[in-house]
């Protein structure tokens, strides 16, 4: 289907991911074909009027997929191709009702293109959402480079100690981010391992932060993932400059960021 015939939220969200895109590869947080983006669509459709579709893959997943609609980025597919050429550069997929396969219903407009290789590990995270978080449609991943910088550091192997000194470095950071970052450690990338570290991250934290590699965060909508990697990337970066400026900045006091906590109800 083209994508003036898609649901109008879906093409409002799809316009959001182009602008998130734009903000990504601004920041120097994806480089070449780095990072990718799921949305699970599924609430937007009208299951008793599937689009039509050509495109099927045969491929079994896990029943608790079956008859989802997901937004996901392509394999190989530059993010940055995301502000221009969105329709070649992702696709709609449709689960099948009994999960033996997919239908691309909207976008891979370009040769070969596949959904990326991350899809199943996007698809356990959106599985975990319907369970536990279910108004959490959006996961997000890129490389930001102050947050990299700082999985690098010894304090990454203290998770307490890495949020207080973020949280720490100003009032936005404990209020936009307040359940803090996960320290997943490295593990190599599309593991079993990795998705679940990252699974149990986000059972209580907003933002998975992996050693040595980038950040995933999962939200209602991706201008709030993003809102996530943004807000939690400032901190690492004011803490890195002040370590850089060679002092060890003084941070928010205990009582500072008790007030905030009552203030805004965290
Ligand atoms: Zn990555």
Not at 98 to 120: K, L, V
Not at 151 to 161: C, N, Y
Not at 239 to 258: M, Q, S, V
Request: overall charge negative.
């Amino acid at each position: 289907m083209n994508t003036n015939e898609l649901p109008e939220s879906v093409i409002k969200e799809i316009h959001q991911i182009s602008n998130v895109a734009g903000y990504l590869w601004q920041r120097e947080w994806i480089e070449r074909n780095g990072g990718n983006i799921s949305i699970n669509l599924t609430s937007f459709f009208d299951k008793n009027n599937i689009p039509e579709s050509k495109r099927f893959m045969a491929q079994e997943f896990p029943s608790a997929a079956a008859g989802l609609f997901l937004f996901v980025t392509g394999a190989g597919c530059y993010i940055r191709s995301l502000v221009d050429e969105i329709e070649a550069a992702s696709c709609i997929v449709y689960i099948n009702e009994d999960a033996s396969g997919y239908s691309i219903i909207w976008g891979g407009n370009s040769e070969g293109f596949r959904p990326t290789s991350e899809m199943a590990s996007h698809l356990e995270i959106h599985m975990f959402n319907m369970e536990n978080n279910p108004q959490n449609l959006a996961v997000l991943h890129s490389h930001p480079i102050e947050l990299i910088i700082l999985s690098h550091h010894p304090v990454f192997q203290d998770e307490k100690k890495l949020n207080q000194l973020i949280w720490s470095m100003c009032p936005e950071v404990r209020v936009y981010v307040p359940k803090g970052i996960h320290c997943t450690p490295y593990y190599i990338t599309q593991s079993d391992d990795l998705a679940k570290s990252t699974i149990e991250g986000f059972k209580y934290r907003d933002l998975c932060l992996w050693e040595k590699h980038g950040a995933t965060t999962t939200a209602p909508t991706i201008m709030e993932a993003w809102d996530f990697l943004d807000v939690a990337n400032k901190g690492a970066k004011l803490l890195l400059g002040a370590w850089a400026a060679g002092f060890e900045p003084k941070g928010l006091t205990n009582t500072e960021i008790k007030d905030l906590e009552t203030l805004f109800n965290l």
